[in-house]
Each structure stands twice: as structure tokens, then as C-alpha cells.
């Protein structure tokens, strides 16, 4: 059974950082690639970033130096280190995987003063 857990979210100021953690269990972790993804109240999900099996990112424009994406092969866990928080980032973030389109259950980000 494929689960994945996130954690890490909660409430930061404008300019701060946060690292969320997806732990994931019960599939091929190592080759498939990961993702993020984000759902802001009344807005549709979005793809915030990605990460191949080989380590190879991909961020979306609005987020990219601002965020970074890591995975520990050996923990079978993908990170997004997000840095430079805005209030517009305010969203539940969800973990991806590719290999099965498997979910997590979200975690709530909120940027706010």
C-alpha cells in the first residue's frame, strides 16, 4: 500500500522560510519522480515543483529561486525548502508521485503577518 505523508507546514510571516517533508512508503521511491503541488482557496491545483529520479528539478515561474526541491533516496522522501515566503504562496501543498499518480493529504502553508 503506497502512502505518502506530508508534513512541515504551518503559519510564517512574509519573508520567512519553511521545509515541508514528504515521506512515502510501499512503491518504487527511487525511480520515480516527485512532486509538489499547491491549491489555494477558490484556485485550481498547481504544480509548484518536480524532481526526477535522477535529481534533475523543475519549478514553476513563481516560485523558482525562492524554492528548492530535494530527495533522500535513502529516507524514500522528497523535501521543498521554501525560502522568501509571500502571502500569495498561502495554499495547502500537496506531495506527488508520478509512478501511480499517488497523493498525500496535504499540508496547510499559510503566509501571513
Known amino acids: 500500500q503506497v502512502q505518502l505523508v506530508e508534513s512541515g507546514g504551518g503559519l510564517v510571516q512574509p519573508g520567512g522560510s519553511l521545509r515541508l517533508s514528504c515521506a512515502t512508503s510501499g512503491g518504487p521511491f527511487s525511480i520515480s519522480t516527485m512532486g509538489w503541488y499547491r491549491q489555494a482557496p477558490g484556485k485550481e491545483r498547481e504544480l509548484v515543483a518536480t524532481?526526477?529520479?535522477?535529481?534533475?528539478?523543475y519549478y514553476t515561474e513563481s516560485v523558482r529561486g525562492r524554492f528548492t526541491i530535494s530527495r533522500d533516496k535513502g529516507k524514500n522522501t522528497v523535501y521543498l525548502q521554501m525560502s522568501s515566503l509571500k502571502p500569495e504562496d498561502t495554499a495547502v501543498y500537496y506531495c506527488y508521485r508520478a509512478s501511480g499518480a499517488y497523493w498525500g493529504q496535504g499540508t496547510q502553508v499559510t503566509v501571513s503577518s
Open positions: 524532481i526526477s529520479s535522477g535529481g534533475t528539478p
